[in-house]
T-cell receptor, first 112, second 112 residues
């Protein structure tokens, strides 16, 4: 199993909503990541969890709140987002931090 | 100067052609090199991973790394319309490093 599973695939939310993105992997990887990708741009790192501890926060606004309940799961809680936060949100995992990444298929988020 | 430079294209070639995609980099400390393929609104898929200078072949794909010139390439033989996608190069400093560095991505179209 070399799959990273993300749900939902699509999400439309208003600026006052609270929603969560979910990510799961069963490859035994100990590093998990959230990336944000705008159209025609490369993925932009948001957060890194290494052994279930937050190791990198790339100065992301507090309206994005990551959570790593266990070594297989990663969540991204969203609250009071802005229209400019509309993007493809990608989860990825690697065996340990800094190694080759395996990406999920992403959540296409639209903020109205 | 960006750490990793990649021509964004777009690149359009006829079916069956040999495609050459390239990235240059400035940081000689990069230890490993990846190519990802990304279809529209999907997550990047790891295509090739190399750890040293030289060539690595996988089916119709060949990855080439020249550390002395700080230059990497991806060759696609017998290109197919299904190869139409954005190709991202990515580089890493090694295990434990903070993050991968991505190129801008090259948009490739294979015309039937």
């Amino acid at each position: 199993d070399t799959e990273v599973t993300q749900t939902p695939k699509h999400l439309v939310m208003g600026m006052t909503n609270k929603k969560s993105l979910k990510c799961e992997q069963h490859m035994g990887h100990r590093a998990m990541y959230w990336y944000k990708q705008k159209a025609k741009k490369p993925p932009e790192l948001m957060f890194v969890y290494s052994y279930e501890k937050l190791s990198i926060n790339e100065s992301v606004p507090s309206r994005f709140s990551p959570e790593c309940p266990n070594s297989s799961l990663l969540n991204l809680h969203l609250h009071a987002l802005q229209p400019e936060d509309s993007a493809l949100y990608l989860c990825a995992s690697s065996l340990t931090r800094g190694e080759k990444l395996f990406f999920g298929s992403g959540t296409q988020l639209s903020v109205l | 100067q960006k750490e990793v430079e990649q021509d964004p294209g777009p690149l359009s070639v006829p079916e069956g052609a040999i495609v050459s995609l390239n990235c240059t980099y400035s940081n000689s400390a990069f230890q490993y090199f990846m190519w990802y393929r990304q279809y529209s609104r999907k997550g990047p898929e790891l295509l090739m991973y190399t750890y040293s200078s030289g060539n690595k072949e996988d089916g119709r794909f060949t990855a080439q790394v020249d550390k002395s010139s700080k230059y990497i390439s991806l060759f696609i033989r017998d290109s197919q319309p299904s190869d139409s996608a954005t190709y991202l190069c990515a580089m890493g400093l090694g295990q434990g490093a903070q993050k991968l560095v991505f190129g801008q991505g090259t948009r490739l179209t294979i015309n039937p």
